[in-house]
């Protein structure tokens, strides 16, 4: 089994800066992708940053220039840097991994954290 643990959400004042890490634990043999999302209240959950095992990023326009995301696959770790936060930024925010299993026989397959609140205050 696998579990993901967020950590580093809470309160910030707008222009703040937040540090999330995710923790993968368990039966690994390797994490591939992994990623960030979040969900504001009424709202889908919506990609934020996403980076592949060998480093390459992506993100999504809204975070361009704000967001960084790091990984340590030492750890089995991925950060998310937030700066310049705004209260449109205020959301669940989820970890996810795509993980391959260290049981046999190994398979691919995706994992979330239980999610952290970051809220920001205008």
């Known amino acids: 089994q696998v579990r993901l643990v967020e950590e580093g959400g809470g309160l910030v004042q707008a222009g703040g800066s937040l540090r999330l890490s995710c923790v993968a634990s368990g039966t690994i043999f390797s994490i591939n992708d992994m990623g960030w999302y979040r969900q504001a209240p009424g709202n889908k959950r919506e990609l934020v940053a996403t980076?592949?095992?060998?480093?390459?990023?992506d993100y999504t326009d809204s975070v361009k220039g704000r967001v960084t995301i790091s990984r340590d696959n030492a750890k089995n770790t991925v950060y998310l840097q937030m700066n310049s936060l705004g209260p449109e930024d205020t959301a669940v925010y989820y970890c996810?991994?795509?993980?391959?299993?260290?049981?046999?026989?190994?398979?691919?397959?995706?994992?979330w954290g239980q999610g952290t609140q970051v809220t920001v205050s205008s």
């Open positions: 980076i592949t095992k060998g480093g390459n990023t």
């Open positions: 996810n991994a795509w993980v391959v299993g260290a049981t046999l026989p190994r398979y691919e397959r995706s994992y």
